[in-house]
T-cell receptor, first 114, second 113 residues
């Protein structure tokens, strides 16, 4: 499976934007970039995903580098409720043996200060 | 509420015993994933089923087995339990195999004493 690299932890202040980086230098052309987050004592929660173009939804924005070797999850105004572990995951869409697999790495622990 | 139901929420059992964890996916979702999350290991992918068939296997021990039934609910069986099996077990459901979002249940917390 293609690997992602994220910082172990990041901190932010409430109501400020947060940029969570992810490196995926071995990404293949058919890998989608997914982001999930896990709040304390809960199951992971889908945040956003994309292939090549930047994506926006009600939770966040995903900025994907032109060469696709890195991406950034952007939370426009962090709240205390956004404190969680954020996972950047590559999902294969090529139909091979790893098609659809959802493999989590260590993620980034985001702390939000009031 | 993700729409994925896991039972029981908590389970305490002794070493050497066998337990069954149950997952009911969202209505219409065909794919179920199982994960184990312990404090020192993060979220470990165990196994995936799609429409009743095993689709992918991760770091699942031979003492563990799973199946997906015709009504699409899934069960994870853990036998000869050891202290190290104490963990949160999550299941996730996905509509198909592709890149749609996965919905996770609240997990079953297993404590082996």
């Amino acid at each position: 499976d293609a690997k992602t690299t994220q910082p172990n932890s990041m901190e932010s202040n409430e109501e400020e934007p947060v940029h969570l980086p992810c490196n995926h230098s071995t990404i293949s052309g058919t890998d989608y970039i997914h982001w999930y987050r896990q709040l304390p004592s809960q199951g992971p929660e889908y945040v956003i995903h994309g292939l090549t173009s930047n994506v926006n939804n009600r939770m966040a924005s995903l900025a994907i580098a032109e060469d696709r070797k890195s991406s950034t999850l952007i939370l426009h105004r962090a709240t205390l409720r956004d404190a969680a572990v954020y996972y950047c995951i590559l999902r294969d869409a090529a139909g091979g043996t790893s098609y659809g697999k959802l493999t989590f790495g260590q993620g980034t622990i985001l702390t939000v200060h009031p | 509420d993700s729409g994925v139901t896991q039972t029981p929420k908590h389970l305490i059992t002794a070493t050497g015993q066998r337990v069954t964890l149950r997952c009911s996916p969202r209505s219409g979702d065909l794919s179920v994933y199982w994960y184990q999350q312990s404090l020192d290991q993060g979220l470990q992918f165990l196994i995936q089923y799609y429409n009743g068939e095993e689709r992918a296997k991760g770091n699942i021990l031979e003492r563990f087995s799973a199946q997906q039934f015709p009504d699409l609910h899934s069960e994870l069986n853990l036998s000869s339990l050891e202290l190290g099996d104490s963990a949160l077990y999550f299941c996730a459901s996905v509509k198909g195999l592709g890149n749609t979002e996965a919905f996770f249940g609240q997990g079953t917390r297993l404590t082996v004493v």
